[in-house]
């Protein structure tokens, strides 16, 4: 039907069809903007990072820089972030990225059981990480890990600029997780209900960009806040 | 996929007038709060006004009902509190509820022939959240040491707990939190909207300069308002959390932070936002001018290219607003550079407006005038500002009075007039009724003498040196001789707050008991014309189909076939030849 046609009916209206926008749902639109936007929260977030410890003599207050005097203001030295830790944790967060891609695929196929399951798999993905990132700070699973998280370490939250800028982007990001989860949850409960069954997977394409935009923002911050020697 | 379904008329009150998802009632919701916003902040300025003509004075009215405890007279402790929140409250709580949130709701899908936004659960979400702003800005004044004292731009150290103890600084950067997620829901809104809703034929260049600089200023909302809403969420992390990323002086040790860090997320923010106050402005008189000048707008094109411009131009300059706080001279000459530079485009606008006045038949409508007086008082503002872009000058201009006028020119009084240009041009649709021109009138002439006035008065004065935020100016010997000037601009400043009873009179009187205005009241071409005033809910029954431009004026064929000297934009007309706003190619397709 062309859009002539349509605009006498009081149904759909297929325009704008022209290049740039093509078959876009309103909906995938929206969610691109989100994330420019929200990507420009995390930049306002990393640069105020970049620029403390650019302009820092000392960032980490180590139990060397701690042994001669150089940080007074502490009762003991800081810990250094596990990275092969959190490295485990990036590799989970990129496993659930390609679980999310697997899970739209098959509701493009119709093939609803893998759906659910890969879907489920990366809810659980999400999950995992997140409690990685509970042990990381409280050591809430230091029964399993033998570590008992940063704080009880001695890397406590406005002791320095060090420990400050971990935990705010790093709970950020965090809670952004959290969001994904939940969203991913309802997303996966609409599909126990059987509301994919149609193969019509945009509303799961949507929920995925936000995941790899979760997973994306997290490999950035792994990569400055971790891996960035000191 | 049904992309725009036709929603029945809600039937209950909640539904229909609170929890709405219809977006003109949600643009009437935010004009609501933006009018009630803008006259506390409006009071706010008369006392600061009051404070700079007679220190020390009781204040009239006001005085004997809020100030009872220092007799009247506004304190030290209070005059810090009135600036601040004059400020904060103009730009954020009415200003961009009424451009923004108000026309950016009404007219986008209105104009585009949309029946509804796209999300309207956001939409609603987007006004609620406001409100919650709003409240939390009230409540910001009921703190132990009361509201937020840090000016608009709560630099720390002034913004940090010893700058600015209690908990009112601290509610009030939250207040900047939420608002800020209120405008990024809009701004996904309003951008979305036009990029996916656009009515069959409505191409990019046949949308309205409306359309234009308001999605213009969402895009700019939806990319920097996050940057702000770090910023607040670091400063109040730093006044609640013990945390110190704007706390001076403790970086030797190798920890602490560096005041200068907020200024720079500051103004990544602060230099868009005063192109997100007037982009919308821009875009309104634009078209408003080209309506009543009943001529096509000249080089329709050139304007859209000059907006755009603006928009990205306005993301890179925000260092002029640090040339004192010591800068590398190398970025502020690069940063002076790309300031100038915006006043090619802007001159472009401008040029273009003139043009298309020139040798038009110009009706002297309420909204025409409203639009010619925003021309008048943004071009003073341009012109002041190249002596503030300009280094070697703004270092004696810096932290003047000369500043305050020249970006109350430009933020203040343009959006200002811009903003009532757009109540009176849209005043017939979105209430049925026409508003009363005499009454109009009066409130433009008071509006725009006295506004003119008051901050060319702070222009002299700031010229001669008197610094801004100063309690008592007239302590000072070398600024007792500036008092004359600084009471004439005070009382241009009441009579502008008297101008506003007409406004208030006219809009009320005219809102129940104005003349029926009928569907096109300005013999107007944009799609919101061609429907119902006040429009049904769906807005378009069926949507339209577009066919030329939004400026299809004075076109003899036209004039000779029909007997009218505007075309609508859903309106075919063979033999036509089609001005420079319009495609061929696509009108031909259509």
Redesign the interface.
Known sequence: MS??A???????????Q?EH?GE????K??MW??L???A??F???L??YG??RG?????R?SEELFNQG??S?LERPEPELGINFTAGLTFLLICSSVSMVMSYAAVVEKDMKSAKMWLGLTILGGALFLCGQMQEYFGTFAFIFHHEGLIKEGLI??????A?TFY?ITAFHGMHVLTGVTYLTVMWIKMLKGHFDDGNANMIEIAGLFWHFVDLVWILVFTLIYLIPL | MDLQPIHHEPTTFVKKYLFTTDHKVIAKQFLWAGLLFLLWGGLLAMMIRWQWAYPGEKVPVIGDLFLKESGGAITPDLYPKLFTNHGLIMIFWAITPMLIGAFGNYCIPLMIGARDMAFPLLNMLSFWVFVLSQIMVGASFFFDNGAAAAAWISYPPMSGNIGTPGHGQTMMMAAIFVTGVATIMGGINYVTTVIRFRAPGMTWMRLPLTVWGLWLTSVLNVLFVPVLGSAGLLLILDRMFGTQFFVAGANATGTGGDPILFQHLFWIFGHPEVYILILPAWGIVGDVISFFSRKPAYWYKGTVIALIAVTVLSAVVYGHHMFMTGINPLLGQSFMILTLVISIPAEVLFLNWLHTMWKGSIRLTVPMIFALGTVFVFGLGGLTGIFLGTISTDIYLHDTMYVVGHFHYTMAAATFLGTFCAIYFWFPKMFGRKMNPMLGKLHFWFSFIFITLVFGGQLVVGYAGQPRWFFDPYQYTFLQHLQDANIKTSWAAFALLFGQVFFVINFFKSMFAGEEAGDNPWEVGTLEWTIPSPPPVHNFDPIPTVYHGPHEYAHPGVLEKMGKDWLGQDEAFDGIELSASTDEKVAQGA
């Open positions: 859009a002539n349509d605009s006498h009916h009081h149904g759909p209206v297929d325009w704008p022209e926008v876009i749902t309103a909906g639109l929206g903007i989100f420019l936007s929200d420009f929260s930049s306002g977030l640069l105020a620029i403390r302009a820092s003599d000392m960032w207050c150089l940080c203001w939250f406005g002791q320095s600029n060090y400050t705010a």
